[in-house]
């Protein structure tokens, strides 16, 4: 990619005059200013951000909506120019203090350009390149208009989350042979702090790119990822209520059960509503499990249909059912579910050989929920869910693992917000799961209340850490786009 003029002109500008070795006159901070105006739009000041559930909030100096890579640029070298920091936003669906900051928020929302996919004839694939602030369903919705229509092989649930956001923290969906999200990046472009437009591939830099995918924003603002994509393909989607001990019974004799289930499925993903038949008594409760199988059935569900089915998903004790649907609207199965603002805490771990510490750990959830309800307590209150993804070449993904073949058990639990012992009890579960299964956080989520969290983490994973921290200071040298967040996992 090629930088405009415009660009050029700034990054010159700027590095001209700002460096160590030259102060910034009053005269010569009148002219950048002047100069800032004449190629940046509007930002808002004094306001105050919140993210979607509402348990983080920030008042950033400047709060920038652009539109351009040479907004985007031009927010750097300001930055650059008045010793701010950065931070961006996009539908703010991140529990964790990622966006959080005193400095500048970027609001990638109005970067939503989407190019269109191209073929690789050598190699028999198609990618699309798209900004960070695509939608999940727009993208969705350009590659089904595409001649041949594409989809991509796995997703998130909600398509109405931003792709710089869900890339760049990790986030994963629920895929077993096709691993995590970020994995089907192919390349990723980044504007460093000085301005300058950086791409990443596993081509060019296989190091780098491991960082760059998963950067939790501390390598620049993202401009574009690049994602590998198919043609259309069709999922049977299956809808199973057993009873809870059918499958969480015994470590060994379950564990065996769900390994075939998981390994059988392109995608598992197992629900637990607390309290789900009457009194306290776990014996007759029930889980829903989600099954995902690819097939050349025809679609048996009509669209108008689905939508409808899409807003009343999710009632435990409903009927078994058996669909098959195109790909994004099967693995987009429920709408509407962010218009509950929740809490929500997840954790990753390596899935031992015969899955049985998947058994123990959800089994430790159910003890102690009703354990906690007979003393009257009940913190957790949405559900206790699971899917497994196979491991990720990326440096800061919490599946990341050196074993291809390793499968992950992304495991959370969900109460709505401002639920009385939500944190501490969300804390005891997780710190269960580091101790026993030396389980990672998902980024997007919450993980920054769990007591001695971060010590747990430079303990269990500082070499890798490391090796990311050099790459971003080799684009981040001062940190401008470091947070409280990030800076005490990375050693600062």
Not at 124 to 152: F, I, Y
Not at 363 to 373: G, K, R
Not at 463 to 469: G, K
């Amino acid at each position: 990619m090629t930088i405009s003029t415009v660009q050029e002109k700034a990054v010159r500008r700027i590095n001209n005059n700002i460096s160590p070795a030259k102060t910034i006159t009053p005269k010569k901070a009148k002219k950048l200013g002047a100069f800032f105006r004449s190629i940046f739009k509007p930002s808002t000041k004094d306001a105050t951000w919140t993210n979607w559930a509402k348990n983080q909030s920030c008042n950033p100096t400047e709060i920038f909506h652009p539109k351009t890579l040479q907004d985007l640029t031009a927010i750097v070298l300001k930055a650059k120019a008045t010793g701010k920091t950065i931070r961006c936003a996009g539908s703010g669906h991140t529990w964790s203090s990622s966006s959080v900051t005193d400095g500048y928020l970027v609001d990638v929302n109005g970067m939503q350009q989407i190019h269109a996919p191209v073929y690789d004839s050598a190699q028999k694939t198609w990618t699309v390149t798209m900004e960070t602030g695509v939608l999940v369903k727009d993208l969705d919705d350009a590659l089904r208009k595409h001649d041949p229509p594409l989809s991509l092989p796995s997703n998130v649930v909600l398509d109405s989350v931003r792709y710089g956001g869900i890339l760049s923290l990790g986030c994963h969906g629920a895929a077993t042979h096709t691993r995590t999200l970020p994995d089907l990046v192919t390349e990723v472009t980044i504007i460093d702090a000085n301005g300058i437009l950086n791409t990443f591939s596993e081509i060019n830099n296989p190091e780098e790119f491991a960082a760059a995918t998963v950067n939790l924003g501390l390598l620049g603002i993202i401009y574009t990822y690049t994602l590998r994509v198919e043609p259309m393909f069709k999922l049977h989607m299956t809808d199973r209520y057993p009873l809870l001990s059918d499958y969480f019974s015994t470590p060994e004799q379950d564990g065996a059960k769900l390994k075939a289930m998981v390994l059988g499925n392109d995608q598992t993903e197992i629900f637990y509503w607390p309290f789900n038949t009457p009194g306290l008594d776990a014996a007759n409760d029930r889980i829903w499990i989600k099954q995902w199988r690819r097939t050349t059935d025809p679609i048996s569900v009509s669209p108008e249909c689905e939508a409808f089915k899409k807003l009343i998903q999710g009632a435990v004790g409903g009927k078994d059912a058996d669909v098959v649907l195109e790909a994004p609207d099967a693995i987009h199965y429920q709408a509407g579910i962010d218009n509950l603002p929740c809490v929500d805490l997840e954790m990753a771990f390596k899935v031992n050989e015969d899955f049985s510490n998947v058994v123990v750990a959800w089994n430790y959830v159910i003890d102690q929920l009703y354990e906690y309800a007979n003393r009257g307590e009940f913190p957790l209150n949405l559900t206790l869910e699971m899917r497994f993804v196979k491991s990720s070449t990326m440096l800061m993904s919490a599946a990341y693992d050196t074993d291809p073949e390793a499968i992950y058990c992304m495991i959370e639990v969900l109460s709505v917000n401002n639920t009385p012992g939500f944190n501490e009890f969300s804390s005891k579960m997780a710190k269960f799961w580091m101790d026993n299964f030396q389980a990672r956080p998902h980024w997007a989520k919450m993980w920054e209340h769990v007591p001695g969290i971060v010590p747990y983490l430079r303990k269990q994973g500082s070499e890798r850490y490391d090796r990311f921290d050099a790459i971003r200071k080799k684009y981040d040298p001062k940190g401008m786009f470091m947070n409280a967040t990030f800076a005490s996992l990375l050693g600062h």
